[in-house]
């Protein structure tokens, strides 16, 4: 089945803590883009990347940091740097100027 | 600043009315527009798309475009109490071959029976 998968689904990080949220697809869709969902929002753009080894930041960058080295895979670490981390996170893919697809979502709590 | 606005609701409507769903953007140069159905605790899923002026359907949605006034709509007919959930409106540029959009904060509906 082709899809989008997020990993984990629940995550817990401690004060001072880096933690990296995984997103792969096999959509063999070229752009990817991370969304930050906090309640009762709307959804904010983290990053995206259009292809690999390239992203761009998006209106929340700061505290985050993406690579994209595979075409399938565009990770997210949330760094020590974001003081506000607790949301919902999601990953979406989309062949260029199509609809965006979501994986499943991220929840991460900051302990 | 773009921006993409919708009623946060709630929009409540009985079993088998016609629930409309509204949104507008302030971006005359936007060109794509989708509506997205979120569950709680779920992520977002498509529902529509629509690119063009005029009504598009697809079973019992009907998406609703009018560049002229800036205003995107859906349509649900014969709503059920499983389309329950809020519906993101989201609009954007295509830029560098790429879709970069901008999301309303989405429209709760309840169908109630």
């Known amino acids: 089945d082709g899809g989008i998968t997020q990993s984990p689904k629940y995550l817990f990080r401690k004060e001072g803590q880096n933690v990296t949220l995984s997103c792969e697809q096999n959509l063999n869709h070229d752009a990817m883009y991370w969304y930050r969902q906090d309640p009762g929002q709307g959804l904010r753009l983290i990053y995206y990347?259009?292809?690999?080894?390239?992203?761009q930041k998006g209106d929340i960058a700061e505290g985050y940091s993406v690579s994209r080295e595979k075409k399938e895979s565009f990770p997210l670490t949330v760094t020590s740097a974001q003081k506000n981390p607790t949301a919902f996170y999601l990953c979406?893919?989309?062949?260029?100027?199509?609809?965006?697809?979501f994986g499943p979502g991220t929840r991460l709590t900051v302990l | 600043q773009k921006e993409v606005e919708q009623n946060s609701g709630p929009l409540s409507v009985p079993e088998g009315a016609i629930a409309s769903l509204n949104c507008t953007y302030s971006?005359?140069?936007?060109?794509?527009f989708f509506w997205y159905r979120q569950y709680s605790g779920k992520s977002p899923e498509l529902i529509m798309f629509?690119?063009?002026?005029g009504d598009k359907e697809d079973g019992r949605f009907t998406a609703q475009l009018n560049k002229a006034s800036q205003y995107v709509s859906l349509l649900i007919r014969d709503s059920q109490p499983s389309d329950s959930a809020t519906y993101l409106c989201a609009g954007g540029i295509a830029s560098g071959g790429s879709y970069i959009p901008t999301f309303g904060r989405g429209t709760s509906l309840i169908v109630h029976p």
């Open positions: 990347s259009q292809i690999v080894n390239d992203f």
């Open positions: 979406a893919s989309s062949i260029a100027t199509a609809a965006q697809y």
């Open positions: 629509i690119y063009s002026n």
């Open positions: 971006d005359r140069g936007s060109q794509s």
